[in-house]
């Protein structure tokens, strides 16, 4: 199995720089069409006057909705925002009808990321038709979700069935010894995102770093390593016993399964170790899950598995 830190580092690295520009992945009806989607940078000119792929031009005025309840905004505020607007995912929606998703992250006086570790991207969508040659924007969603750290995430189109189309939005970060990647899969309907998500799961999940007797008792499921710096307080206390804490380190990948109208089953298959509190001086568990989640009125839901990634 893949160490999971260094597949969960790679994944944060790569959010910073994602620009996902997912044209080869709209359902196979459409792919023959593909090549003639209009440039990203092209869209972002239209959908906001003066932008430009430059650090100076990506920078834009935007006025943002209403925090949605309970959601985690940090850096964020309701009316007029200096963000940094960068192209994220192409997606053909119908013959010279094209959306486009842009990624927004709060900007400071100088121009670069305002953000922190509890900063989310925000994600709007734009809706363009093609008339002669022209591209002209047909339609302004907005923001329609906050999701990532950092003000980063990685998104992707996903097929859902033939005649269907998602948005795959997954993201990652770490704490004091805690690693973890989420995803939300969000449906296209009549050229908008519903803001609600079909899903949202925890994919991965790692905290081998958190105590330091949990690189020993994930042994030899996961190899040891060079742990990544971390704060003194997240080791294990002094006097602090070692049956008091799970230790796990569990990662996934998930497909959606071929359909022609009905989006199909969502299927995640877990792999990893887990040392329980009360086992721990027991040799690690093999986790090997393979859940299923079945799509009904707008939502996936589980109808065999489990995941088997603790909350962080």
């Known amino acids: 199995m893949p160490h999971l830190q260094q597949r969960t580092t790679r994944l944060c690295a790569a959010l910073a720089a994602a620009s996902v520009l997912g044209a ?18 092209q869209l972002m000119a239209l959908a906001f006057p003066g932008w430009a792929d430059s650090t100076a031009a990506r920078v834009q005025t935007v006025s943002l909705p209403g925090p949605a309840p309970g959601a985690g905004r940090d850096g964020w505020s309701a009316g007029p925002a200096r963000v940094i607007a960068e192209p994220k995912l192409v997606l053909r929606l119908a013959p010279g009808r094209v959306m486009l998703v842009a990624g927004l992250a709060p900007a400071g006086e100088d121009g670069k990321p305002a953000v922190s570790q509890l900063t989310p991207m925000a994600l709007a969508s734009y809706r363009f038709e093609q008339r002669g040659t022209a591209w002209v924007v047909a339609g302004r969603q907005g923001v329609f979700a906050w999701r990532g750290f950092h003000g980063t995430a990685n ?13 795959g939005i997954e993201y990652g970060s770490c704490w004091d010894g805690y690693c973890g990647t989420w995803m939300a899969l969000y449906e296209v309907e009549k050229g908008a995102v519903r803001r609600e998500p079909a ?45 008091s804490h799970d230790c796990y380190a569990i990662e996934s990948g998930w497909t959606i399964e071929a359909s022609r109208g009905q989006p199909g089953d969502l299927v995640i298959h877990y792999q990893g170790a887990m040392s329980r509190a009360e086992a721990h001086l027991a040799p690690p568990v093999a986790i090997d899950q393979r859940q299923v989640l079945r799509y009904g009125s707008g939502k996936y839901r589980a109808v065999s598995g489990f995941n088997p990634v603790p909350p962080i």
């Open 24 to 41: 080869g992945a709209t359902p196979s009806h459409m792919s023959a069409a593909s090549a003639a989607l209009p440039a990203p940078a």
């Open 199 to 243: 899903v949202e799961m925890a994919l991965s999940g790692l905290n081998a770093d958190s105590a330091a007797d949990c690189a020993r008792r994930l042994q030899p499921l996961v190899k040891p390593h060079t742990p990544e710096p971390v704060p003194v307080s997240s080791h294990l206390p002094e006097g602090a016993h070692t049956d």
């Open 155 to 167: 998104v992707r189109a996903v097929t859902l069935s033939e005649q269907r189309q998602g948005i």
